[in-house]
C-alpha cells in the first residue's frame, strides 16, 4: 500500500503563488506516472496535470496551462504543482495521485480511473 501526503496548500489573494508538495512512501516511486486533481464544493474531481514517471513528458488542462507547473524529483519521491497567477476559480481541495493502470506504462493521463493511490487532498483557496 503506498501513501501520498501533499502539502503547500493554504490562502491567497488572486494572482498570487503557492507550491504544493506531494510525498509517496515507496522507493519504486519512479515507475509511475503521477498526477494532480482537485475538486471544488459541488463539483466533480477534475483533471490539473500529469507527469511521466521520467518527469519528461507533461501534461495539463485547458484551465491552468501557461500558469502551473508539475514536477517530480524522484530522488526524494516526491511531486510537485507549482501554481502562479491564482485565480479564485482554482479554489478547491487539491489531490495528487499515483497512476497504476495499465500496469508498466510510465505516461501520463487525464484518466482518473487509471490512478490506483490517491493523497488525503490539500485545501486551495483564492481570494479576490
Known amino acids: 500500500q503506498v501513501q501520498l501526503v501533499e502539502s503547500g496548500g493554504g490562502e491567497v489573494q488572486a494572482g498570487g503563488s503557492l507550491r504544493l508538495s506531494c510525498a509517496a512512501s515507496?522507493?519504486?516511486?519512479?515507475?509511475?506516472?503521477m498526477g494532480w486533481f482537485r475538486q471544488a464544493p459541488g463539483k466533480e474531481r477534475e483533471f490539473v496535470a500529469t507527469?511521466?514517471?521520467?518527469?519528461?513528458?507533461?501534461y495539463y488542462a485547458d484551465s491552468v496551462k501557461g500558469r502551473f507547473t508539475i514536477s517530480r524529483d524522484n530522488a526524494k519521491s516526491t511531486v510537485y504543482l507549482q501554481m502562479n497567477s491564482l485565480k479564485p476559480e482554482d479554489t478547491a481541495i487539491y489531490y495528487c495521485?499515483?497512476?497504476?493502470?495499465?500496469?508498466?506504462?510510465?505516461?501520463?493521463?487525464?484518466?482518473?480511473?487509471?490512478?490506483?493511490?490517491w493523497g488525503q487532498g490539500t485545501q486551495v483557496t483564492v481570494s479576490s
Open positions: 495521485a499515483m497512476k497504476t493502470r495499465p500496469r508498466g506504462t510510465g505516461r501520463g493521463s487525464s484518466n482518473r480511473d487509471e490512478y490506483g493511490y
Open positions: 515507496t522507493r519504486d516511486f519512479s515507475s509511475y506516472a
Open positions: 507527469i511521466s514517471r521520467s518527469g519528461g513528458t507533461t
